[in-house]
């Protein structure tokens, strides 16, 4: 166990547990969950984290207990996970319990959706292993049963006193997929770091040198792994009819398979792989336009990371895009197809003020995003629980 530290001076005013499978400062769920611990326990409040990893900063008001199941595979993993940490709520879990998608039996006073596999089943249906051997399918097949049944069970009133989707189109997935009252959900979008996701001069200056890109080329950026949910090939496709544009692609995936795809679409050297890095905001900070061609998304950390970095944004209509893009004025929602996404790139390419123009647009509006307004949202929601002052552990 290892704890988290408040402010100075500053008395602890509430309880609150957080149960996720990772709690970190990189990722997308993990990272949503992990802005709201820290920032709760830089408030004062007790915080009580449950989940196989946590990166809060430690001090004498965090507890960690860590959910001891492995990563892989699924079919062991998910279910052991799921075991193991309602035994740690049961023993530990104090206040209003706070939880990430669904990871424990015992009800909830908030659950914070991220992501509705039955609506990605239902409207989407791209398989998300990595592999098409049958094992691997067979594993796929097996821990989509198990998480529909848990996300049946969270999502439902039985599950959680309250649901905070983090869109309106997640919300509206919910809703149909899973029914329940009007009044036990509302909408708590993710946010943004401003003072980390900025645009930066330097960094663009260095990124571009040392991947020889030229000062004026217009760059665009991919971000995130899952690389045929998020439709890379797309992007890739689609710089391929944008001659003057360069594509960064920042996340892991299959990249001799892309690196093919970029050369028989005349971009293979204008697509450039930078692999998983712990600094995303710098490889935004040497891009022009982000390219999000997902076919899913619950509210994408990295358009909203995008657009706080001045990147014009290039998206699906997809969950959380109806919310932070305004047409014509930071971006586009644009049919997922390349010609689709080239015909802006070049539009914006001919015209480099516009390009600018967009770039601060996207900015302004990401700067409504902030963690700390997001975070102001969930406090209001513990303490209208009534369980935030229950000090005793267990439950």
Same mark, same amino acid.
């Given at each position: 166990m290892t704890s988290t530290a408040a402010a100075a001076g500053q008395p602890p005013t509430g309880h609150v547990t957080f149960v996720a499978s990772h709690v970190a400062p990189t990722g997308g769920m993990e990272r949503a969950v992990y802005e709201i611990a820290e920032r709760m326990a830089g408030r004062g409040w007790h915080v009580t984290v449950i989940a196989r990893a946590c990166a809060v900063t430690p001090g004498p008001n965090v507890a960690f207990h860590r959910i001891r199941s492995p990563s892989r595979p699924a079919t062991l993993a998910l279910p052991l996970s799921y075991v193991l940490g309602s035994r740690l709520v049961k023993r530990h879990a104090r206040g209003a319990i706070h939880t990430v998608n669904p990871v424990i039996w015992q009800r909830a006073e908030v659950h914070q959706a991220?992501?509705?596999?039955?609506?990605? +089943?239902a409207n989407v249906g791209i398989p998300r292993r990595r592999r098409s051997w049958i094992t691997h399918r067979i594993n796929e097949f097996l821990a989509t049963r198990f998480g529909l049944a848990v996300e049946r069970r969270a999502l439902r009133s039985s599950g959680a006193h309250l649901v905070a989707p983090a869109s309106r189109g997640l919300q509206r997935e919910i809703e149909q997929f899973y029914p +329940?009252?009007?009044?036990?959900?509302?909408?708590?979008?993710?946010?943004?770091?401003?003072? +980390?996701? +900025?645009?930066d001069a330097d960094a663009r200056a260095r990124n571009r040198a040392a991947l020889g890109i030229a000062d004026d080329a217009p760059v665009a950026v991919f971000v995130g792994g899952d690389w045929g949910r998020k439709n890379l090939a797309t992007a890739i496709e689609a710089v391929g009819e944008a001659p003057d544009?360069?594509?960064?692609?920042v996340g892991r995936g299959d990249q001799p398979s892309y690196e093919r795809l970029a050369g028989e679409h005349g971009a293979g050297d204008r697509v450039h792989f930078v692999g998983h890095v712990p600094d995303p905001e710098a490889w935004l900070a040497a891009g022009d336009a982000l390219l999000a061609p997902s076919s899913y998304?619950?509210?994408?950390?990295?358009m909203l990371e995008g657009a706080s970095a001045g990147l014009v944004l290039l998206t699906a209509p997809i969950n959380g895009a109806e919310d932070l893009v305004e047409p014509d004025v930071n971006g586009w929602l644009l049919p997922i197809e390349p010609a689709a996404f080239g015909a802006r790139l070049r539009e914006l390419s001919g015209d480099r003020d516009r390009l600018r123009e967009m770039g601060a647009a996207a900015r302004r509006t990401a700067l409504t995003y902030s963690w700390d307004r997001i975070a102001d949202q969930f406090e209001a929601l513990y303490r209208a629980s009534g369980a935030a002052d229950r000090a005793d552990a267990g439950r």
């Amino acid at each position: 166990m290892t704890s988290t530290a408040a402010a100075a001076g500053q008395p602890p005013t509430g309880h609150v547990t957080f149960v996720a499978s990772h709690v970190a400062p990189t990722g997308g769920m993990e990272r949503a969950v992990y802005e709201i611990a820290e920032r709760m326990a830089g408030r004062g409040w007790h915080v009580t984290v449950i989940a196989r990893a946590c990166a809060v900063t430690p001090g004498p008001n965090v507890a960690f207990h860590r959910i001891r199941s492995p990563s892989r595979p699924a079919t062991l993993a998910l279910p052991l996970s799921y075991v193991l940490g309602s035994r740690l709520v049961k023993r530990h879990a104090r206040g209003a319990i706070h939880t990430v998608n669904p990871v424990i039996w015992q009800r909830a006073e908030v659950h914070q959706a991220q992501f509705c596999l039955a609506a990605y +089943r239902a409207n989407v249906g791209i398989p998300r292993r990595r592999r098409s051997w049958i094992t691997h399918r067979i594993n796929e097949f097996l821990a989509t049963r198990f998480g529909l049944a848990v996300e049946r069970r969270a999502l439902r009133s039985s599950g959680a006193h309250l649901v905070a989707p983090a869109s309106r189109g997640l919300q509206r997935e919910i809703e149909q997929f899973y029914p +329940r009252p009007s009044e036990t959900m509302t909408v708590v979008t993710n946010g943004v770091d401003p003072d +980390r996701f +900025r645009p930066d001069a330097d960094a663009r200056a260095r990124n571009r040198a040392a991947l020889g890109i030229a000062d004026d080329a217009p760059v665009a950026v991919f971000v995130g792994g899952d690389w045929g949910r998020k439709n890379l090939a797309t992007a890739i496709e689609a710089v391929g009819e944008a001659p003057d544009w360069h594509l960064l692609v920042v996340g892991r995936g299959d990249q001799p398979s892309y690196e093919r795809l970029a050369g028989e679409h005349g971009a293979g050297d204008r697509v450039h792989f930078v692999g998983h890095v712990p600094d995303p905001e710098a490889w935004l900070a040497a891009g022009d336009a982000l390219l999000a061609p997902s076919s899913y998304e619950a509210f994408s950390l990295a358009m909203l990371e995008g657009a706080s970095a001045g990147l014009v944004l290039l998206t699906a209509p997809i969950n959380g895009a109806e919310d932070l893009v305004e047409p014509d004025v930071n971006g586009w929602l644009l049919p997922i197809e390349p010609a689709a996404f080239g015909a802006r790139l070049r539009e914006l390419s001919g015209d480099r003020d516009r390009l600018r123009e967009m770039g601060a647009a996207a900015r302004r509006t990401a700067l409504t995003y902030s963690w700390d307004r997001i975070a102001d949202q969930f406090e209001a929601l513990y303490r209208a629980s009534g369980a935030a002052d229950r000090a005793d552990a267990g439950r």
